[in-house]
């Protein structure tokens, strides 16, 4: 399946996975409108035992700010955001990678949420729940991943 694939923009880091994602996201805070040059962040969001990455020595990570304790990864060749680690309190770690690194993007199931809403650049019109601030925006998060089935066990 053509949506359990996919890469950064040169192709030097390509992964593959085992299983569907487990949810896909909109973040708005700064670091990741930094990390992705964009108004806000479209992430999905893959369980790491699921995943392989052909060459992780042509990411390179960068720890932006804790808590959360997330690792953010760009390709050393074309330094576009690859893949991001993610260790929340109380959830197994998780795996960021920007929706648009699949190979078929428009395939994947559409956004849950948006999180940091408060921290936007620009409006988005669309009927998605809404979290603003740290804490909100966390357990915002937390929620659908659960919902998402996070914890089932496979
Ligand atoms: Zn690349
Ligand atoms: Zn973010």
């Known amino acids: 399946m053509q949506i359990l694939s996919g890469g950064c923009h040169c192709g030097a880091v390509r992964f593959t996975l ?3 994602p487990i949810m896909r996201s909109y973040c708005h805070c700064g670091i990741c409108q930094a990390f992705n040059k964009a108004p806000y962040a479209d992430i999905t969001l893959v369980q790491p035992r699921h995943l392989t990455v052909n060459d992780l020595a042509a990411v390179a990570f960068q720890t932006y700010r804790r808590p959360p304790n997330v690792k953010r990864g760009r390709c050393r060749n074309c330094d576009q955001p ?28 559409p956004a849950r949420m948006h999180g940091f809403y408060d921290c936007r650049v620009e409006d988005v019109a669309d009927a998605l729940p809404k979290y603003s601030g740290y804490w909100a925006s966390q357990l915002g998060f937390a929620s659908h991943l659960i919902r998402a089935g996070i914890r089932r066990r496979h």
């Open 18 to 20: 085992a299983a569907p």
């Open 82 to 109: 690859a893949i991001e680690h993610l260790n929340l309190p109380g959830t197994r770690a998780l795996t960021i990678i920007p929706t648009r690194n699949f190979d078929a993007a428009t395939a994947l199931p």
